[in-house]
């Protein structure tokens, strides 16, 4: 079975300040993995995926994450804060190609602090 | 294109009744898949359907069940509801093939179950 790790419920930084939010995924086959953002009353919007080529991913709104086999890790990054970017985070990994069943972390809530 | 909608956005009810959402994919769009989002146990697949066939299920008991029709359109149902139904609950549709197709997520429709 498959299941996703995000450390730290609740992440606060300054605004212009690096954004990294923790994943760490457990799978017993070559996983693929996303990030997706929830806004207040929203869907989930797909940030990046990784999908077994590249290892360092860039996705939309300035954000990328790298994908570490041996730390089993897919750690979001930003390296500027805006104020924008406050919302909830959602780590997900699956382990079928087409990615329709979709295992979540519990999500990380990120604050930007003026 | 239109994205995913879902109806009604927001429902209230009562323990013991029954409940039917709906989701309407981006047109095109053969795959649907449904979650709950809770709180407690944050996002967690329903199932998922493909040209009016469940293909894939997850762990809830038998009182959650799905349609979906020749239109792609796809209804869930929550026959006896409790307490702890009450949830937001996300529906994703896809192109569907065999190979990665991104997700795209409804607003959701929120369930709050008295």
């Known amino acids: 079975a498959q299941s996703v790790t995000q450390l730290g419920s609740h992440v606060s930084v300054s605004e212009g300040a690096l954004v990294l939010l923790r994943c760490n995924y457990s799978?017993?086959?070559?996983?693929?993995l996303f990030w997706y953002v929830q806004y207040p009353n929203q869907g989930l919007q797909l940030l990046l995926k990784?999908?077994?080529?590249?290892?360092l991913v860039k996705g939309i709104n300035g954000f990328e994450a790298e994908f570490k086999k041996s730390e089993t890790s897919f750690h979001l990054t930003k390296p500027s804060a805006h104020m924008s970017d406050a919302a909830e985070y959602f780590c997900?990994?699956?382990?079928?190609?087409?990615?329709?069943?979709?295992?979540f972390g519990s999500g990380t809530q990120l604050t930007v602090l003026p | 294109k239109a994205g995913v909608t879902q109806t009604p956005r927001y429902l209230i009810k009562t323990r013991g009744q029954q409940v039917t959402l709906s989701c309407s994919p981006i047109?095109?769009?053969?795959?649907v898949s449904w979650y709950q989002q809770t709180p407690g146990q944050g996002l967690q697949f329903l199932f998922e359907?493909?040209?009016?066939?469940?293909?894939n299920k997850g762990n809830f008991p038998g009182r959650f069940s799905g349609r979906q029709f020749s239109n792609s359109r796809s209804e869930m149902n929550v026959s006896t509801l409790e307490l702890g139904d009450s949830a937001l609950y996300l529906c994703?549709?896809?192109?569907?093939?065999?190979?990665?197709?991104?997700?795209?997520f409804g607003p959701g429709t929120r369930l709050t179950v008295l």
């Open positions: 990784y999908t077994s080529a590249a290892t």
């Open positions: 997900a990994a699956t382990s079928s190609g087409s990615a329709r069943q979709l295992t």
């Open positions: 994703a549709s896809s192109l569907g093939g065999r190979t990665y197709n991104e997700q795209f």
């Open positions: 799978s017993s086959v070559p996983p693929y």
């Open positions: 047109s095109g769009h053969r795959s």
């Open positions: 359907y493909f040209s009016e066939t469940q293909r």
